[in-house]
């Protein structure tokens, strides 16, 4: 019987990838994740199968379980991969080799700053397993923990027209006059019973079951709508919001969502569309068709998650964006890291040769926002400012924080989590 520590620290878990060439002990450890509730268990055969299934469900993994002997990609070259997408979850090795050997690979992992939490020696013991996952607290996951495992797909379908998802929006703040000059919506759900879901759980649901399209549009209905209520009390910032593949790879979308804007009295271009830097590597010629006719209706179109996706200059040259989003892994790093902070830097500087804006995301502490300010960063978005809030306490937050004054100031939201 599982330590009931060990069956919570599970479920704490979302998504569960297993690397390794042995199928029978994949087949094991598979059943044990499952067993102890992690929604989402995938395998691979070796580290380069194992990269593509990472790549394709990176929002929901967050616990890798790596072989260290494999054909094709080894396990150390695996752990170089896993360095540079920024992978943050768990991670444990699994091996037959020679106990220096796996000593050596755990060092590794740790100078790669991975969040190496055990090693493990075949043949496997499930009690092993048992203990390493008991000792597992994971107060950096940003996901609800227990509770998304419950919530199914049918919720969700149900959630999106019940109006149960719905947006929060984090301040972006301009670095030099500290004016509050956007708002990212972030989409959240508000469970009935389970409490708020975090979109790492449900986007990847959405992406999954043909939801995106109706997802991205129900933010963008209620994206819409705080506007014109924010506007009739001086509040106007451009409002980010996230563009699912689905939208892009639909030839109306551009159309649609401008009468929508047009109707509700509002200007494309008070509108910021994300895209993120891996959509911008896949793109395909209807997406290319979409953000060209976006773009010429004035939306901003922003590149998120900017170093992770490698692109190219040549995908950044063909096509005016307006906005580049470093990405937050890089931001966060960059305090102590030189590789992280020549990287911002460097993304910095491309960025202002291709006239774009650059804002710096995930921006926690002071020395985050010191840093930021003087790489030449135009805005910040991060829990330095404020963490994503309810659309009702938002107008009321940007009065305050410009100090424009109110007679009504509520504390946002900010201790839920997210
Ligand atoms: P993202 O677009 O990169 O959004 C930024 C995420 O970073 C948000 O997480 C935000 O809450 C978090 N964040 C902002 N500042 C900080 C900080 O200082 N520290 C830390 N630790 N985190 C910070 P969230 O809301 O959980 O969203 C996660 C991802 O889910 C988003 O990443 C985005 O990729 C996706 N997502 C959220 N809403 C939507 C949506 O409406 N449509 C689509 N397509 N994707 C969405
Ligand atoms: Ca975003
Ligand atoms: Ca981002």
Known sequence: MPSEASA????????????????????????????????????????????????????????????????????????????????????????????????????????????????????????????????????????????????????????????????????????????VCGAEALARWLHPSLGMIGPNFFIPMAEQNGLMGQLTQKIFDQAIASAVLWGKRGVAPKISVNIGSESLNRIEFPDQIAAQIGAAGLECSSFVLEITERQLVEKSATSSEVLARLRIMGFGISIDDFGTGYSNIEQLREFPFTELKIDQSFIREAAHDQFARTSVEASTKLGKQLDLRLVAEGVETEADWRFVAETGIDEVQGYYVAKPMPADTFADWVLQYEGRGTSDLRQPEQASGF
């Open 8 to 179: 919570n620290a599970a479920s704490d878990i979302s998504g569960v990838l297993i690397v390794d060439d042995d199928p029978v002990l994949v087949a094991i450890t598979e059943m044990f994740f499952q067993k102890r509730g992690a929604a989402n268990v995938y395998s691979a055969h070796d580290g380069a199968h194992g990269l593509e299934v990472l790549d394709r469900h990176a929002n929901i993994i967050d616990f890798i379980l790596c072989d260290l002997n494999m054909p094709q990609m080894d396990g150390i070259q695996f752990l170089r991969h896993l360095k540079d997408r920024h992978y943050r979850g768990h991670l444990a090795i699994l091996s037959g080799e020679q106990s220096a050997i796996v000593k050596t690979a755990k060092g590794l992992a740790r100078a790669h700053n991975l969040n190496i939490v055990g090693a493990l020696t075949k043949p496997l013991k499930i009690n092993d397993l048992e203990i390493m996952l008991a000792g597992l607290n994971a107060p950096h996951n940003e996901v609800a923990p227990t509770a998304p495992v419950l919530a199914t797909v049918h919720d969700l379908r149900h959630a999106l027209v019940n109006g149960s998802i719905v947006p929060y929006f984090q301040p972006k703040v301009s670095v030099e006059k500290r004016l």
